[in-house]
């Protein structure tokens, strides 16, 4: 019997698919957090933060799903040395945050999401704090 052929994925690779199944969760949880009792209602009469007309609000909300969803292409396009640290803060920012959600949601989805979100993102630090190194010998040097 044969065995299949596996190969190492490039750590940008995996760092950008954890991003984008992130956001696929924030995405959907958001999606299915409209069908909750009042929910539309209280965006449609303001009595809601999303519903409450402050853009103060709607932008620091927005942006951390902003610098979320720009982490799907960073970490694929910066340098190592800058998307290490760029991933490690905000994966722990991310996480410290959906778990917290996790915590205070009342909602069992919501919870479900938060933990599966806070999973991804404690994994995206975890890949980026142990980036792979280069050894001297892969860089062309002898020591």
């Not at 396009?77 to 410290?96: E, F, H, K, Y």
Request: net charge negative.
């Amino acid at each position: 019997m044969s065995r299949l052929s596996e190969y190492e994925i490039n750590i940008k690779i995996k760092l950008s698919a954890l991003w984008a199944s992130a956001m696929s969760l924030y995405i959907y949880c958001d999606y299915f957090e409209l069908y909750t009792p009042e929910k539309l209602e209280g965006m449609i009469d303001g009595t809601t933060i999303f519903g409450s007309g402050d853009q103060g609000v709607l932008l620091g909300l927005s942006s951390i799903m902003f610098v979320a969803s720009l982490m799907i292409c960073l970490s694929i396009l910066l340098p190592a040395t800058i998307n290490r640290v760029l991933n490690i803060l905000v994966g722990s920012i991310m996480t410290l945050m959906l778990a917290f959600l996790t915590y205070a949601a009342g909602w069992y989805f919501y919870k479900m999401y938060a933990a599966a979100e806070a999973i991804l993102t404690m994994l995206v630090v975890y890949f980026a704090w142990s980036w792979p190194k280069e050894s001297a010998e892969s860089r062309g040097q002898v020591l």
